[in-house]
């Protein structure tokens, strides 16, 4: 399968006043798509660092990231921040919904972004909380609805714009095992449907049962 995208000896050094952390250690990583991994290591193994560079939010101290085999780093701040737009989605920990916005405006958000017309994007946003099972929701906000709710929605809003590959930093984290367990059922739901490559990290074993890949970091070294 088409490989969506690869890291090429990604290094990440932090530089803070009294240390220097690398936190990543030339990383080789190839995603392709429809695939649906995890990354898994310990605390501080460099897991949100490698998301983090994947989804173009930070940049290497060396090595490339290339989306089908273009290097972004060759673009300029608007035209990456358009791309990061299109054709990635986060789900973090904590859901980062903005509370002043309904369910439904918040999964609108990415699509007036790209430019969509207001009245296609409800549409389109209005259709995916139904198939996230949230259609019953559209006008509350992120404050009144669950844990797993909110989950789900800041899923709907990661996927909207069709993203080619969904980078998921410990996305049930917060969750019980039950909700866990529905949570990830419907990403891999939706990676079937759409065949969106999905990168989720995460501590949590649990979550191995519903993966094609897992890839394991250590102190910075992808293992496998
Ligand atoms: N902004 C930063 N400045 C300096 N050091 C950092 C910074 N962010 C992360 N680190 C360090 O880099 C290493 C990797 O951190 P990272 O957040 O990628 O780990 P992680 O695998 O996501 O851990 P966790 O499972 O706890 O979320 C850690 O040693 C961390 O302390
Ligand atoms: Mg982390």
């Known amino acids: 399968m088409e490989i969506i995208v690869e890291t090429v000896n990604l290094w990440k050094v932090y530089e803070t006043e009294t240390d220097k952390v690398k936190a990543l250690k030339g990383v080789n990583l190839k995603l392709r798509k429809g695939e649906f991994s995890l990354l898994m290591g310990a605390s501080g193994s460099g897991k949100s660092t490698l998301l983090h560079l994947l989804g173009t939010l930070d940049k290497p101290t060396e090595g490339k990231v290339l989306y089908k085999g ?13 791309f990061r737009n299109k054709k990635i989605g986060f789900v ?5 919904l903005i509370n002043e916005l309904t369910i439904l405006e918040n999964v609108m958000v990415p699509l007036l972004l790209a430019g969509e017309k207001k009245s296609e994007a409800k549409k389109k946003a209005t259709e995916l909380l139904q198939i996230i099972g949230l259609g019953y929701r559209l006008s ?3 404050f009144e609805i669950s844990g797993g709710e909110k989950q789900r929605a800041a899923i ?3 996927l909207i714009n069709s993203p080619e590959i969904v980078l998921a930093d410990e ?11 529905s949570v990830l059922s ?3 739901e939706l990676n079937k449907k759409f065949g969106t490559t ?3 990290a995460t501590h949590n074993k649990d979550l191995e049962k519903f993966a094609d890949n897992i890839y394991f970091i250590k102190d910075g070294i992808l293992l496998n």
């Open 70 to 82: 273009k290097d972004l780093s060759l673009l300029n701040s608007k035209k990456l921040a358009t």
């Open 92 to 96: 973090f920990q904590f859901h980062y």
């Open 140 to 142: 509350h906000r992120p």
């Open 156 to 158: 709907a809003r990661a």
């Open 171 to 181: 996305p049930t984290g917060n969750l019980d095992t039950e909700t866990t367990a």
């Open 186 to 188: 419907l990403m891999r």
């Open 198 to 200: 999905f990168l989720i």
